[in-house]
């Protein structure tokens, strides 16, 4: 059974940093992994995605200051998250494809099979 586990979400003053992990169990490892976030009221967005290789794609809105990287060894993919700021909260997921993705639905959240349940990041004085 293949099981994503976001960690690392927390409530930070503005210009603050966290990283986010994702912990994958039950699958080798998948081509492709993203991190999206949903904030209250708003659609699910893509924020950044790595393949295998380390190839990333990055959302406009965390461009140079959020990275994404993954541990195949460890099964494991990071979200760091720096200079945050209060529109930055939401609610972070891990996401995972076992396949190749179109470079143009890399931030897409139906090309991504597996989810896992989210981690919250709160970014206010």
């Known amino acids: 059974q293949v099981q994503l586990v976001e960690s690392g979400g927390d409530s930070v003053q503005p210009g603050g940093s966290l990283r986010l992990s994702c912990a994958v169990s039950g699958y080798y490892s998948f081509y492709y992994m993203a991190w999206f976030r949903q904030a209250p009221d708003k659609e699910r967005e893509g924020v950044a995605a790595?393949?295998?290789?380390?190839?990333?794609s990055c959302a406009d809105s965390v461009k140079g200051r959020f990275t994404i990287s993954r541990d195949n060894a460890r099964r494991t993919l990071f979200l760091q998250m720096n200079s945050l700021k209060p529109e930055d909260t939401a609610m972070y997921y891990c996401?995972?494809?076992?396949?190749?993705?179109?470079?143009?639905?890399?931030?897409?959240?139906?090309?991504?099979?597996?989810w896992g349940q989210g981690t919250q990041v709160t970014v206010s004085l």
């Open positions: 790595i393949d295998r290789d380390g190839t990333t």
């Open positions: 996401a995972a494809a076992p396949s190749r993705v179109l470079s143009s639905r890399r931030l897409i959240a139906n090309a991504y099979l597996y």
